[in-house]
């Protein structure tokens, strides 16, 4: 193989490695692949095989790393949007209490409608936690958050589907607000990395 078309192989090979890795010590890598061809006191082969070995030995675990620090508890949101969400996450989960509970008093609801309704009140009690964990700017905000409205997301389906006489507020209530507040996790979480 010609050295022109190895150092294209071997750049390709450079790619299984985090980008930050690769633009702190693809150059030197590449010095140093240049230096081994050159000098190869073994066959290309032999050489292949041990940068292909070496590669599939380090990349991954340098490929977590980066993955566990980007998501890591060093990850913040900010302060001030954090806390005006944590409130409205708050006020949502209270208002779904009530809503919850209005319904499981009406005495309509027996079976799973009544089950249904009961894991609404549990899920309403998560939200609340989630609102004054970003009130309090706790690291465990964004997964409390994310668990919360993924949850929200997935009873308004089974109530759709169980009880299907919800009100148009509590369900728009019960998509918007879990879609806006994953949405925020996920934008806060990339803008802010520490």
């Known amino acids: 193989m010609s050295t022109r078309w190895s150092e294209r192989a071997y750049a390709l090979l450079l790619r299984a490695y985090p980008r930050e890795f690769r633009r702190v010590y693809g150059r030197e890598m590449t010095l140093a692949f240049r230096d081994l061809m050159r000098n190869a006191g073994v066959s290309p082969i032999g050489l292949w095989i041990w940068i292909a070995t070496d590669v599939a030995r380090t990349a991954p675990a340098l490929r977590a790393e980066a993955l566990r620090a980007r998501w890591s508890s060093n990850t913040r949101m900010e302060e001030r949007p954090m806390r005006k969400m944590g409130a409205l996450a708050v006020l949502v989960g209270l208002s779904q209490i009530v809503n919850a509970s209005v319904e499981l008093n009406a005495g309509g609801t027996a079976g799973w409608p009544a089950l249904v309704v009961s894991l609404a009140i549990v899920l309403s009690v998560l939200l609340i936690i989630a609102g004054v964990a970003l009130l309090a700017g706790a690291s465990s905000a964004p997964t409390l958050s994310q668990i919360s409205a993924v949850c929200w997301l997935a009873l308004v389906v089974l109530v759709k589907a169980v ?9 728009l209530l019960a998509v918007v607000f879990p879609l806006v ?9 990339r803008m802010t990395v520490v």
Do not use: E, K, N
């Not at 009880?163 to 369900?171: D, L, R």
């Not at 507040?181 to 979480?189: A, K, S, T």
């Open 163 to 171: 009880y299907p006489w919800m009100s148009i507020f509590a369900t």
């Open 181 to 189: 507040l994953l949405g925020y996790v996920w934008i806060g979480r």
